[in-house]
């Protein structure tokens, strides 16, 4: 898909031209027990070749598995579950980010093969759980809160600076996308909630900027956010899940965009009933980008702006069920670069 892309990027970090004009993505974890089979997977059924995650493979990639597997004081049982010893795991302990270990052979599968297929220079993008998330599944596990907040954005950062450049290593010419993935900021605005929102959106935005010159940077989230928290972390790219909920955050989209970022829109579900074709998700999308315009948010940027994902990861499917939700999100991607949105969305058709 040739793109005509943002220039968008904040000061220092690797522009997001690359990613844009309905390209099609995934979101990060694939059904496939076969590592090589699922990097072929994402090298083919996505415009942007997205690294997976297997944790049907092993509970090793489970997301919160594979940020802890570095730490010290930390134990794994069956089934992905895992216990600390506070003593052995205090703030600013040693990390280490063990890239040949069974957590990351998704990612070794996909560098192997996009060394083969001479991906080289094509857009990339991977995910990694957020500091957030990840803090509350250690404060959950029996941690006081200030330390599993610390050692969680401790670990993000040195994890994701590793895996940005072994990507770079790979792929030297390949522009990098890593999104952090923040599923607990569906909670972030609870009363209860363990850490204030303006500390959890210093720990995101210090955890993006990890990655230094490696990789445009972005935050996930596949449930109902608050956007404006999100955006505040300051994300070049937000992946969020396509609904009407988002027109009111119209204000806060439309100069996001105009600074030159970029939506991911989670158009195909991940779970429930699913249609054979394409138009119903196109319809979905074309209703909630007129809605969006008709609030004053430019409808060529919007166009030229705008990745189109599924809600979530795919790894709770069968493999043939996530081969047809990728056809279908790059199916309404295409339809996204090739109309002429502009006008259409203008007009409110």
Known sequence: ?????????GAGSPSVARFGNGQSMG????????????AAFALAEFD????????????????IAQAIGGLPGVSFGQYGSFAIDPIGLVADAAI????????????????????KVHLDGDPVKWQFVGPVTLGVALQRAGLRTAEAFDIAADAVRHHVSQIA??????????????????PRLIELMEPEFPIPPDVAVDRISTAMAAVGPHAAVGVHCCGDA???????????????PLSERLVDYAGYIGRFIESGGVVAWGVLPSSGPMTI???RYWRAVSDVWCMLVERGVDAGALRRQSLITPE?????????TARRVARLTAEVGQRVHEQALSTRLALGA
């Open 1 to 9: 898909m040739t793109l005509d892309a943002p220039t968008g990027g």
């Open 48 to 63: 942007v070749a997205t690294i997976p995650t297997l944790p049907a493979r092993s509970p090793a990639e489970g997301m």
């Open 96 to 115: 280490t980010t063990d890239l040949g270990a069974d957590a990351f052979v998704a990612l070794r599968a996909f560098l192997d093969l996009a060394r």
């Open 226 to 240: 608050d956007i404006a928290t999100m955006l505040e972390a300051g994300p070049q790219v937000i992946s969020v």
């Open 165 to 182: 450049a072994a990507v770079a290593d790979a792929l030297p010419n390949s522009p990098q996308l890593m999104m952090l993935d923040e």
């Open 277 to 279: 074709k394409p138009d």
């Open 27 to 38: 979101i990060g974890s694939l059904p496939h027990r076969d590592a090589e089979a699922a």
């Open 312 to 320: 979530c990861g795919l790894s709770q499917h069968q493999v043939s």
